[in-house]
């Protein structure tokens, strides 16, 4: 399947709407916490073992965007997509199939591993595509099109939530949610599949400068670089901290108010979810706007700082008010989105746009890395002091001090983001093409 060119004429602005299709389908992930109460129930499982689907589709996100983060850019979007559509849709049906079963490595398997690599693939598959087609504007077309990612829960949260009120929490129930989601998103796929385009030249734009100007830098050479390791620590600390709350949002609301006369119905928590999935999708757009007026490395200051504040906030009077609770535990999130839609127009600043979609797919490895140690700590640790007999905000305030140890472990890395080194440049933007046919067996 070869990439399909625009016509002349075709607007740039239906790009964004094709990536919006298929982020807004694979962001159902971030829902996941819903599933967890009644996969518990029917399958008798503990909170760190109903984080595993979650976990291992974090990883394979990481794992398959890096390993085909080349082949990518290679086919184009739309044979990603594709790819991404059967994936994501195949593990949903997996994951049905092992709920109605109750074999949960089935749901690990499907949902995991397979989603996990629709995952992956999906959402790298529009982000060349949009730098090429807004050079006056990444961090806006990114931010637009990963909006979606963030946003996914939005729609999935209260829709899994409904699905599973009115089909029962049991494991038939939980298995036909499962099957309805693969097949909605099945469809909803198609559409940005159909639609997706590359354009026909260098400079799109009129006025604009093309996405091949200044500095290029191949794949295989970037990670090479100290600027990427400092920005895969960013990103890994940035993410570990938003994800350890994103996936435990529904109980950990529960339970740091289950102690007090204002508890949170399980409806209420599923409404916390998308809120969290709201602040989410704004802070993909927002943030990453603003990036194109402040700088990267000025608003990865704001994501990793302010952010540290925030836990600490939570951490000392989080359970004495549910509006702090819920206005910080929005902020945060809209970090967390913030930094997944800036990164990559970071990554295009400092090594151009020439294979910036292999080089983000690698840079995904640390979202793997985080999508294990976010859940990891804030599960096994709550656990750990459910067993010792804590209750209620008690379970959480050790793994909020480890998260702001890691977004200051963070913001130190990001100030030591310098330009890339010329020894690493590559000719642009003819001659980069030329070397990257001459590099592609070693970066593939």
């Known amino acids: 399947m070869s990439p399909p060119v625009a016509p002349p004429g075709w607007s740039r602005w239906l790009v964004p709407p094709a990536a919006l299709s298929v982020h807004l389908s694979i962001g159902q992930a971030y829902a996941w916490s819903v599933f967890k109460p009644p996969l518990e129930s029917a399958l008798n499982l503990d909170g760190t073992e109903s984080a595993l689907p979650f976990q291992f589709a974090i990883v394979m996100l990481g794992l398959s965007a890096a390993f085909g983060g080349t082949l990518v850019e290679r086919k184009g979007p739309r044979w990603a997509m594709t790819v991404a559509l059967v994936c994501f849709s195949s593990g949903l049906l997996l994951s049905a199939l092992g709920a109605e079963t109750k074999q949960f490595w089935l749901i690990v398997l499907g949902y995991g591993v397979v989603g996990g690599v629709g995952l992956g693939i999906g959402y790298i598959s529009p982000v060349s595509t949009l730098i090429k087609w807004f050079p006056d504007r990444p961090g806006m077309a990114t931010g637009i099109a990963i909006m979606g990612f963030g946003g996914g829960a939005l729609i999935a949260s209260p829709w899994t939530a409904q699905m ?37 030249t ?25 600027q990427f390791w400092c920005l895969w620590l960013v990103l890994c600390m940035n993410v570990t901290a938003g994800i350890g709350i994103l996936e435990k949002a529904a109980p950990m609301i529960t339970d740091f108010f289950a102690n007090s006369s204002a508890a949170v119905s399980a409806s209420a928590a599923a409404g916390f979810v998308a809120l969290l999935s709201a602040a989410n ?38 359970d004495s008010s549910k509006p702090l609770f819920v206005l910080c535990a929005l902020v945060i999130l809209s970090f967390y989105g913030g930094g997944f839609a800036t990164v990559p127009a970071y990554l295009k600043d400092l090594f151009g746009a020439y294979q910036v979609g292999a080089i983000h797919g690698r840079l995904l490895t640390a979202w793997s890395t985080a999508g294990v140690l976010g859940p990891l700590i ?67």
């Open 164 to 200: 599973l009120s009115s089909f029962g929490t049991d494991n038939s129930g939980i298995a036909l949610a499962f099957l309805v989601l693969g097949l909605s998103y099945a469809v909803f796929m198609s559409l940005g599949v159909l639609l997706v385009r590359v354009p026909r």
């Open 378 to 444: 804030v599960n096994w640790i709550a656990d750990h002091q459910k067993d010792a007999g804590k209750t209620g905000s008690s379970l959480y305030t050790v793994s909020f001090v480890i998260m702001i140890g890691l977004l200051v472990v963070g913001f130190v890395a990001n100030e030591l983001v310098r330009p890339v080194d010329p020894r690493h440049h590559i000719p642009a933007p003819r001659k980069a093409a030329d070397a990257g046919a001459r590099q592609q067996p070693e970066s593939a």
């Open 281 to 318: 999708m704004a802070g993909r757009i927002g943030w990453s706007s603003t990036s194109d007026l402040i700088g990267r490395k000025n608003i990865y200051r704001v994501y990793l700082g302010v952010g540290a504040v925030m836990y600490a906030l939570i951490a000392l009077f989080g």
């Open 202 to 226: 260098e400079k799109p734009v009129q006025d604009a400068p093309s996405a091949f100007e200044g500095v290029q830098v191949s794949a295989a050479s970037a990670v090479r670089t100290p």
